[in-house]
């Protein structure tokens, strides 16, 4: 029997501002402690909030992105609570009037997984516990951050896993935050619960704090089948909140602190209610990029798969770039230099992110067009392209008019007819049906040629004269 | 009148600690305003339930330009314990 | 009869420097304050440098120098100061010291103005009386076994007994207006919004409003011009176009029509009532005409006061924890929750833990549709009621308060009879409208009796310009028992 996992997410993202999100500190990240910080954010009797406007442009754009309804009153409410990192004890967040309801990601599958708020709250500090002791670090603290709540219609690991790829691709291509899990730029709560089919929906569990994909996979296997086993054996579960042991993926209970807070929201009295007409949300929309989806949907159609189109896509300078040489040149043979020596070329995920090679993007689609009308091959477009990565050098440099002349069919001939006579070995391999043995045939005429000849050509000649 | 309970509730959350005597006048002292405040209970009211004194534009926020931040000494300057750089407090003391 | 016009134009013709002006005080304070504690600290270094720096600027200056130039005044001590302690008379912050100045506290140092120190206070702005901070109680300069009244006690007390020009307080249910009444000076309390609340340390968000106490309206007006307008620091304030007051004060009243509910004179003493009925007829004099008014919802002002002010107090006050700033407990702890309340409890006095304990009441799930969001909408129905009452009149007049100044006994079996004393003033406040105390008279011992008059939202000018009418008439000259600094005027 199969059990149903009901499940949503709500993760948290920092938005990629300048300066936090009530105050004009920096938001830079690795600053030595206490240096980003002022009266308003550390607290001080007498200071007051000062609300940022990029917060709401970043808001609005990932709620544009998400297919959200944005509201056009909001306000900023207190979520009380203590806590060392929490100056003012209170966190100010948008509990009654969040800044976009009503979204939805779209699976690969068509499936929506609808998202019910996005709402801007301020991030608390740092602490560290050591030897006794708390550190506290501010820097961190009013750092602007958006919550994103989803119903619960996640029911697989899979489709979990997805929706947060799709979630940090859109967010990253709107560019409001880099969403790096690693970093902490995005941390996820899960909410879970397990009915049998056709039986009211289960307890809930709340798991908090994931900062990595593979993390929150493990904690909702585990949670899964926690929860199965004790519906097997009838066994109570409570609602709480858990917390993922990294050591053996497993989960554990938080001790009750979070269910005992009443946070007593209430709205902040230190900021106006913030009337966000139509111009400003249609400006906003004048500069939404393209969406990755409608970006990979231009991709298929122009022919790559949709493997390849996600590789693409998932880095937004990337896919800028592509996009860019796909005016002009070959789709099929740009995602192959992409993917291929252009992909190799660069180490770390952050290269990727930072996307900017030498080369561009004009250079490349001339390449690829010069492949595609077969004035040069595949071989030597891909050594060139190498070269012309290293040195940003135009093609022009490696490859001459008479390189793109090519080999006529004569010549061609004659140049495996060369090959066979002198590789008298290799023929006899082949016809002993070592097929391998064709490979240094082809080999010897690419020699002649200096790499010149197209292989695929010659490997049919080859064939044919050798029959 | 406010009941034990409500009032060991409100101590918890307020991270306040009374004892029996001050609990007792203070339970005294909160009964006696909640009883005068308690009219509201009854009066009806269509009236919203935002008070908005003032409302403004998204348009009026402030840019995104960084400002004067407090140097790491000043940010420090009243804490009671500070250690290179940052606030500290220890988890469990002995006291003085 | 301004003081500030007066000292502004003495130290114009160069018959005294800001340097000597300012010692002139600074030895009156030293002299009377003992009698009477209005100020707790004394910032003499700064105030002769900024003195000498008032100096310097107005021989430099070619044109009209700033009317508050070279001219001492003190602050109340909930009111930041960059490098110098803001205790607000509580132990919580006995040695804390601000890293920044108000920006109303700014505008007067850009302006000129002299800090002469720090005034008494009750503990974070909560009472009426100035007694219960940690530096003592403040004594009325009319009969010292009298309370200044509070929270602004020793601001009060130190404009009466002129040892200081004028004073910022702060009014967030009457602290500003209500020791200007008891203490016979003038206590001004602008439209909410119009003054930064950058700096002064919140007490009630939403009804928090600086204001300043000096010893004629004009000064009050003087003052607040140079205060007043809109802080990018403080988002409640109202970005609009903020002309002088000062400019439309000409005594002219005529066709003003000036409210009376009979409700505000309930409870009130005989002399008290007699002396304003005395102003209304003043006011007839110069050609107002008082209309009868009523406010249906006026006795729910006080409920919904407290219902709201005391839940934002109790959320404004969750950062005192000893942690970045403030007092730290002495005592041993098992984790920093026992610390944090060891040292709450230890810090605050019992004012300040009843409201925030009634805050948190109010807050809490099970009361929180009933009590809090009852009385927000409440809130707008008291604000809908001022909106038609003035309609029918441009001001109102009432008592400030129901008594002259009081004794420091009176300490009622049920707190609420000490809150009830607050109906008259609490309304402006609840509704964000401006409102000024003036001097109308004295009791039988010759104490003095404040007369308030409120307007509606932004009518700053006229309340101000209808409180100089009857000053300008009344003339009245009320002499407390010990005095400073006096001038020819």
């Known amino acids: ?467 | 009148m406010i009941t034990e309970k409500d009032f060991d509730n409100a101590a918890a959350n307020a991270l306040l600690y009374f004892d029996d005597e001050e609990k007792k006048r203070l339970m005294k002292d909160m009964s006696d305003v909640i009883e005068f405040v308690s009219v509201v209970k009854a009066v009806k009211s269509n009236k919203p339930t935002a008070y908005k004194p003032l409302t403004i534009s998204a348009s009026d926020l402030r840019e995104d330009i960084i400002g004067n931040t407090l140097s790491n000494e000043d940010a420090l300057s009243n804490a009671d314990c500070a250690d290179d750089g940052y606030f500290v407090v220890k988890r469990r003391s002995k006291g003085e | ?489």
């Open chain 3, 1 to 489: 009869m301004s003081s500030i016009l007066h000292l502004s134009n003495l130290l114009a013709r160069k018959e005294i420097s800001s340097v000597e002006l300012t010692k002139k005080y600074l030895s009156a304070i030293n002299n009377i304050n003992p009698s009477i504690n209005a100020y707790i600290s004394v910032t003499e270094e700064m105030a002769l440098l900024q003195a000498q720096k008032a100096d310097d600027m107005r021989k430099q200056l070619k044109g009209d120098a700033p009317l508050l130039l070279g001219i001492p005044m003190a602050l109340k001590d909930n009111l930041a100061v960059r490098g110098f302690q803001t205790t607000c008379c509580s132990k919580t912050l006995e040695n804390f010291k601000s890293t920044y100045t108000a920006t109303a506290v700014q505008k007067l140092f850009n302006n000129g103005a002299i800090l002469l120190g720090k005034t008494n206070m009750d503990e974070f702005a909560m009472g009426s009386y100035s007694n219960t901070g940690i530096f003592g109680a403040t004594f009325n300069p009319y009969d010292t076994a009298k309370s200044a009244g509070g929270s602004s006690g020793g601001s009060a007390a130190a404009v009466s007994s002129k040892i200081a020009p004028y004073t910022l307080g702060t009014d967030t249910g009457g602290s500003a207006r209500q020791p200007a009444s008891f203490c016979g000076v003038v206590g001004y309390k602008p439209t909410y919004g119009t003054v930064s609340r950058y700096g002064a340390v919140a007490l009630a968000s939403s009804f928090d409003q600086i204001s300043p106490i000096a010893s004629t309206v004009k000064d009050c007006a003087i003052v607040y011009d140079t205060i007043k307008g809109f802080d990018i620091n403080d988002m409640t304030t109202i970005k609009q176009n903020y002309a002088p007051c000062l400019d439309k004060i000409n005594g002219n009243v005529k066709g003003v029509k000036i409210g009376i509910a009979t409700k505000m004179f309930e409870n009130c003493s005989k002399d008290v009532v007699d002396s304003v009925y005395r102003a209304i007829e003043t006011y007839r004099g110069l050609g107002a005409e008082i209309v009868d008014i009523t406010i249906p919802t006026i006795e729910l002002a006080l409920p919904i006061y407290y219902i709201i002010g005391c839940a934002e107090i109790s959320s404004n006050f969750g950062r005192y924890d000893g942690i970045r700033y403030g007092y730290k407990t002495n005592k041993s702890y098992k984790d920093i929750d026992d610390m944090i309340s060891k040292t709450r409890s230890e810090a605050f006095g019992d004012d300040v833990k009843r409201r925030i304990m009634l805050g948190i009441y109010f807050l809490s799930k099970n009361n929180f549709n009933e009590y809090y969001l009852k009385a927000i909408q409440l809130r707008n129905e008291l604000t809908s009621d001022f909106e038609n009452v003035f309609k029918q009149c441009d001001l109102i007049i009432s008592p400030t308060t129901p008594t002259t100044a009081l004794a420091f006994d009176f300490n009622p079996d049920n707190v609420v009879d000490k809150y009830k004393a607050d109906i008259c003033v609490v309304i402006a406040n609840v509704c964000g409208l401006p409102a000024i105390s003036l001097p109308c008279g004295t009791d039988s011992n010759g104490l003095p009796v404040g007369m308030q008059l409120i307007g509606p939202k932004n009518s700053d000018s006229r309340v101000l310009n209808t409180a100089f009418a009857f000053e300008n008439t009344a003339n009245l000259k009320l002499n407390p028992t010990l005095g400073g600094v006096t001038y020819d005027i």
């Open chain 1, 1 to 467: 029997m199969t059990y149903n996992l009901v499940c949503g997410l709500e993760t948290h993202v920092e938005l990629s501002t300048k300066t936090k999100i009530f105050c004009s500190c920096p938001t830079a990240f690795g600053s030595d402690p206490n240096t980003n910080v002022c009266p308003k954010c550390l607290g001080e009797p007498g200071s007051l909030p000062l609300v940022n406007m990029a917060t709401f442009i970043y808001a609005i754009k990932a709620g544009l992105a998400l297919n959200c309804k944005i509201n056009q009153e909001v306000s900023f409410d207190r979520k009380n609570y203590t806590y060392p990192d929490l100056p003012k004890a209170y966190q100010t967040t948008q509990f009654i009037q969040p800044i976009c309801t009503n979204g939805y990601i779209k699976l690969n599958s068509g499936k929506k997984i609808r998202i019910n708020r996005i709402h801007l709250e301020e991030d608390a500090g740092k602490l560290i516990h050591s030897g006794g002791n708390t550190y506290i670090d501010c820097n961190r603290g009013a750092v602007p951050l958006i919550e994103i709540v989803t119903e619960p219609d996640i029911s697989s690991i899979e489709e979990a896993r997805e929706y947060l790829e799709k979630l940090q691709l859109n967010l990253r291509h709107v560019q409001v935050s880099d969403c790096k899990m690693e970093e902490g730029s995005m941390r996820c709560d899960v909410n879970l619960s397990v009915n049998r089919p056709g039986e009211p929906l289960g307890v809930r569990s709340e798991i908090k704090n994931m900062n990595s994909l593979s993390f929150m996979e493990k904690a909702i296997a585990y949670e899964y089948e926690r929860h199965v086993t004790a519906i097997k054996n009838n066994e109570p579960l409570v609602q709480e909140t858990r917390r993922f042991n990294e050591a053996d993926g497993s989960t554990s209970a938080m001790r009750d602190k979070e269910d005992a807070n009443d946070y007593r929201y209430f709205k902040d009295p230190d900021s106006p209610y913030i009337i966000i007409d139509d111009i400003f949300i249609e400006d906003i929309a004048k500069t939404m990029p393209m969406l990755p989806e409608k970006i990979k949907n231009n991709y298929l159609e122009m022919g790559l798969s949709e493997q390849d189109a996600d590789l693409i896509i998932k880095y937004k300078k990337v896919s800028d770039y592509f996009s860019s040489a796909l005016v002009t040149g070959d789709p099929k043979i740009l995602s192959t230099y992409m993917l291929g020596e252009i992909f190799r070329s660069i180490e770390t995920e952050s290269q990727k992110e930072d996307f900017n090679i030498l080369v561009p993007y004009a250079e490349l689609a001339e390449l690829s067009n010069l492949q595609k009308e077969g004035k040069i091959n595949a071989q030597m477009a891909k050594k060139t392209l190498a070269e012309m990565l290293k040195s940003g050098k135009s093609w022009k440099e490696y490859i001459s008019k008479s390189d793109m002349e090519g080999i006529d069919e004569g010549t061609l001939i004659a140049m495996c007819k060369t090959a066979i006579t002198e590789n008298p070995m290799a023929v006899a391999d082949f016809k002993a049906g070592k097929d391998k043995a064709l490979k240094a045939l082809i080999g010897a005429v690419m020699r002649q040629s200096r790499g010149k000849a197209n292989a695929v050509q010659a490997e049919q000649t080859i064939l044919d004269l050798i029959k």
